[in-house]
Every structure is written in C-alpha cells, then in structure tokens.
C-alpha cells in the first residue's frame, strides 16, 4: 500500500516546508488518508525522540579560547588601516588610564580589586550555564593538574579535599579581566565553588573577602599563586576552602 | 563567536571524537576568520556550517574513514517492520538513538542533524550540502526512514556496523 501524497507532500509538511495552498491541500488530504496520517505520526514520534534525547553538542567551553588565541591578532595585519586600528586602540586604553586614575587615583587600590572580584563572580556565573562549568571532569588531582599542561604558562596547585567535604570535580580555563586563569571546581554538598587560580608577584592587595550578587568571595596569595574562590556557599564554608587550600 | 555551537554540534556529529570535532571547528573558524571577505551577505550560520562540512570531509577523507557514496543510497536497506515498537520509538532514548544515528552514512547523519537538531531549513541545507534544492526533501525522507530501521531491526544494525 502507497499513496502517492506520502512521497511527494509528507516531510514538506512536516518540516513546515509547503506553502499555505500546499499545506492546507494536504491536510485534507489527512483526513481521509490513513496511509499518510500513520506515516505522519511515525516522524513526528521520531522527530520528538530526536528533540527530547538532547543529542545536540554545545561547544566546550575550553574551545572557543583555543579559536580565539589561534586567531591573527591585529599584528599580522600590515596594512595602514591595521596601523590605524592600533593608533585608536593605544589612545582608548591612555584615555581609559587617565580617567580610571582619576576616578580611583592610585591610593585606592580597593576599588580596582573590587572589579577583580566582580570579574571572577561573573567567571563563576558563566560557568554554571549548562556546559560550561568543567572542561575536564575528575575527582582525581592527577588527572587535573596535568590537564593544564601546555594551556596555560603556569601549573596551578591542585589538591581533591573532599575528605574534608570538599570534593575536586575538575576543571577549566577561564577568563578574568582579560587574563587566561585557571579554575578549579570543588563540591559542597550540592553546591559549586570556582577556585580561580593565576601567577602573581607579591601583591598585598589580594586580599580579602565580600559578597555581591548573592555570591560570596574570598581572595589570597600563596606561593607566588593568587587566588579567588566564588560561590553561592556561607561564607564560613568558602573560609574554611580557603583554609584548607592554605594549608596544603 | 557567532554560530560556534553550530559548528561544533555538526564536527562532532560528522567526525564522532570530541578532539577530531574540536579540531575541526577551529580550522573551520580559521579559514571562515580569513576568508570573511568573500562572505558578504545572507545566511552567516549556512555559510560557516558549509565550511565546518568541507573540513570534516577532509578530515574524514584523510583518515580513510570515508564511506564512498555519492549517491544517498538505500538499496541495501530493508523495509522497516510494522511492529508496535517500530510505531512506538522510546521517547528520550539518547543512547540508542545515538548508536543509530552513528551507523547511517555521514550524507544521512549531516541531513538529520542540519534539520532535527540544528533546525536548519530545506533552502539552509541545500547550501550546506551543496545539492539542489529539490532533493533535500525525498533525502530527508530517506535518512529517515534509515534510522527508524536501525533504531527497531537490532540484526541489520550489526550488518551495518560491518560496512
């Protein structure tokens, strides 16, 4: 049994590909047809297990980086507009200078750690979108710490705590301010907590603790690392990380 | 980055390995990067996934996992059963349908993937593919009647993986 409707018409239909004369023809059609309407409800039973299965792939979170560092950067562009772009480019950034050293002066070294943080809460925000929390997935130190061979010029001290229920459950790359850092992702019961950790020379402003957007913060320097961890945790949880990441 | 979900859902599709699919939507973000300028306007998503496509096929060529049709050919398939099962497929079964869409030919898989998960149009596919337009449809319709036939015939599946 065939219909010749069902070779020509059926998947237009169903993909919202027939015009509204083709469409409504072959709703009609439809109805008196059980040869195409049983081969209708076949796909869409098909086209709903696809959609519901979440078989697509997001990019991982790690990738858009790598594309990003692989792209020529304006110096590669010898052309006088290049030149140009990068005249304008060093007058925003003085211009930008200028008025943040008014605005803070160089006494106030607060406020410019305050963004810091707010960038490291924003990082930390980002990463709980579906997909993006973990670039590599482990319990294991010593499969996270040497995941960040080669992708950053620094290996950050890696330590799974969760006998102190703290549990390492991998890592990323991130971005704060511009600058690539590495992000480690502990568990509190069924929480999540980024330990963003860079290179730093001795910087006693790094230092301290706060809340903003509903997510703690607290920020150290050890062994030449700094260090800033973000959750939605208590603040005497996210003290006691830090704690225990001190001690190691 | 615009469209870089796109791009890495249909790699990954394409290639299988998450390195290979990584791999390749960076080169295919590269040459899109430097051959910008011979975009100028229309559908930005076709124009990269059309790029994305031709580094797969390269890639696959390359490594000689390249299953030479160039016609979508479905003589071999047999016709799919009637059972309750072939009417009922579980609804949410990823891992089946996965396996599934695995063993249809990359010119299948591409064509479900474009139009089920990426929700590409007829005309949107027909630039990807490069094929004409009026056979996106009896194509689609043959990818997938394929992988109903290796969601519900368990024994053509292991005749397929043979290929």
Redesign the interface.
Same mark, same amino acid.
């Given at each position: 049994m065939s219909c010749e409707f069902a #070779?020509t018409s059926? #998947?237009?239909y169903l993909?919202g590909?027939l015009d509204a004369a083709g469409s409504a023809d072959f709703n009609q059609h439809l109805q008196t047809c059980s040869i195409c309407s049983a081969a209708l409800? !076949?796909?869409e039973? +098909? &086209? &709903?297990? $696809?959609?519901? @299965? &979440? $078989?697509? @792939? =997001?990019?991982?979170a790690g990738? !858009?980086l =790598?594309?990003?560092e @692989? +792209?020529?950067g304006p110096s590669a562009d010898k052309g006088v507009r290049g030149r140009w772009r990068w005249v304008v480019v060093v007058a925003a950034a003085l211009i930008a200078a200028t008025l943040s050293w008014r605005q803070f002066g160089p006494t106030d070294r607060q406020s410019y750690d305050r963004a810091a943080m707010f960038a490291a809460v924003d990082a930390h925000l980002r990463s709980l979108q579906p997909g993006h929390l973990l670039d590599v997935q482990s319990t294991d130190q010593h499969t996270v710490k040497p995941w960040f061979d080669g992708k950053l010029d620094f290996a950050p001290p890696v330590h799974d705590l969760a006998a102190n229920d703290f549990p390492l459950l991998g890592g990323r790359l991130d971005i704060i301010e511009g600058r690539t850092v590495a992000a480690l992702v502990y568990g509190r019961r069924k929480h999540f907590i980024s330990v963003f950790v860079e290179k730093s020379a001795p910087d006693a402003s790094w230092n301290g603790s706060g809340q903003t957007q509903g997510y703690q913060w607290t920020a150290w320097i050890k062994d030449g690392f700094r260090f800033c961890a973000v959750s939605d945790v208590s603040a005497a949880d996210i003290e006691e990380l830090k704690q225990l990441l001190m001690q190691h | 980055m615009p469209h870089l979900d796109a791009a890495y859902n249909l790699a990954r599709w394409l290639l299988g390995g998450r390195s290979e699919a990584e791999d390749a939507t960076q080169d295919a973000m590269l040459r899109a990067y430097k051959f910008f300028n011979s975009f100028h306007s229309g559908d930005a998503r076709a124009w990269l996934l059309q790029i994305v496509r031709n580094c797969c096929y390269t890639w696959l060529q390359k490594n000689r996992k390249w299953v030479d049709v160039d016609e979508l050919d479905d003589e071999s398939v047999p016709r799919e059963k009637d059972t309750p099962e072939t009417l009922a497929i579980r609804v949410s079964d990823r891992e089946r349908l996965t396996r599934a869409l695995e063993q249809l030919s990359p010119q299948f898989r591409e064509i479900l993937v474009l139009r089920e998960l990426e929700g590409c149009s007829y005309k949107e596919i027909a630039t990807i593919t490069s094929r004409p337009m009026g056979t996106i449809m009896s194509a689609l319709a043959r990818a997938r009647h394929q992988l109903r036939v290796l969601l519900t015939d368990p024994a053509h599946k292991e005749a397929r993986l043979e290929l």
């Open positions: #070779h059926l #998947h237009a993909d590909e409800g !076949k796909e039973t +098909l &086209r &709903r297990a $696809l959609e519901e @299965s &979440r $078989l697509y @792939s =997001r990019a991982p990738l !858009k =790598r594309i990003q @692989s +792209l020529p | -």
